[in-house]
């Protein structure tokens, strides 16, 4: 190597929220009775959203788990075209959590360690009707908590890349996060 060249690991980095994506059939019955918005995203809080999956676990049929989140799934498709990628979000230490990590990293993303005081993982409850229309129920979960902490600073230092999230930018905690970071990526010419 000439003295100098910087070799990057990784071709890009992403930050964002990390959710469980957690993907039903339903029918436009289900949503009607559980007033559930069809066709949209919706913030929903950690009782509504555990109201919604005792409902659905007997109503509907269970397509698929993943890992997910906005730039998440921009970064696991990166990956599934070539592209050598880490993530980072923020999970808890539960069997969500532990999911998300095994599931992104099985599908060649590496993620930071964590360490996380408690709370819930994130999950994205999609409800897919007949019409293939997606509907997706969202709680946060220990994601509005995301520190500059969950940043691994050498992880991207070593990144060609930086992809942040637009959903960071709505909460001043998490817009700091987005903005260290690209601070960080804009001095190192990333």
């Given at each position: 190597?000439?003295?100098?060249l910087c070799?990057?690991?990784?071709?890009v980095?992403g930050?964002?929220?990390?959710?469980?994506d957690?993907?039903?059939?339903?029918?436009?019955?289900?949503?009607?009775k559980?007033?559930v918005?069809?066709?949209?995203?919706?913030?929903?809080?950690?009782?509504?959203?555990?109201?919604?999956?005792?409902n659905?676990?007997?109503?509907s049929e269970?397509v698929?788990?993943?890992c997910?989140?906005?730039?998440?799934?921009?970064i696991v498709?990166?990956s599934?075209?070539?592209s050598?990628a880490f993530?980072?979000?923020?999970?808890?230490p539960d069997v969500?959590g532990?999911f998300?990590v095994?599931d992104l990293?099985?599908?060649g993303v590496?993620?930071?360690e964590?360490?996380?005081?408690?709370?819930?993982t994130?999950?994205?409850?999609v409800m897919i009707t007949?019409?293939?229309?997606?509907?997706m129920n969202t709680?946060l979960?220990v994601?509005?908590d995301?520190?500059?902490q969950?940043v691994?600073?050498?992880a991207?230092?070593?990144?060609?890349?930086l992809?942040?999230?637009?959903?960071?930018?709505?909460?001043?905690?998490?817009?700091?996060?987005a903005v260290?970071?690209?601070?960080?990526?804009?001095?190192?010419?990333?």
């Amino acid at each position: 190597l000439t003295k100098g060249l910087c070799v990057k690991i990784y071709d890009v980095y992403g930050i964002g929220a990390a959710l469980v994506d957690i993907e039903y059939k339903v029918d436009e019955n289900f949503l009607t009775k559980n007033e559930v918005d069809k066709g949209v995203m919706t913030l929903v809080d950690e009782s509504r959203q555990h109201q919604l999956v005792n409902n659905l676990k007997s109503h509907s049929e269970l397509v698929k788990r993943s890992c997910g989140g906005s730039a998440c799934n921009t970064i696991v498709a990166a990956s599934g075209f070539g592209s050598k990628a880490f993530y980072a979000g923020k999970v808890a230490p539960d069997v969500d959590g532990a999911f998300f990590v095994k599931d992104l990293n099985a599908l060649g993303v590496d993620f930071h360690e964590t360490e996380s005081n408690g709370g819930i993982t994130g999950k994205c409850l999609v409800m897919i009707t007949d019409d293939a229309e997606r509907t997706m129920n969202t709680y946060l979960g220990v994601n509005v908590d995301l520190t500059s902490q969950e940043v691994d600073i050498q992880a991207l230092s070593n990144s060609k890349w930086l992809y942040v999230e637009g959903y960071l930018v709505t909460d001043p905690q998490r817009t700091e996060v987005a903005v260290e970071a690209m601070k960080l990526a804009k001095q190192q010419g990333i």
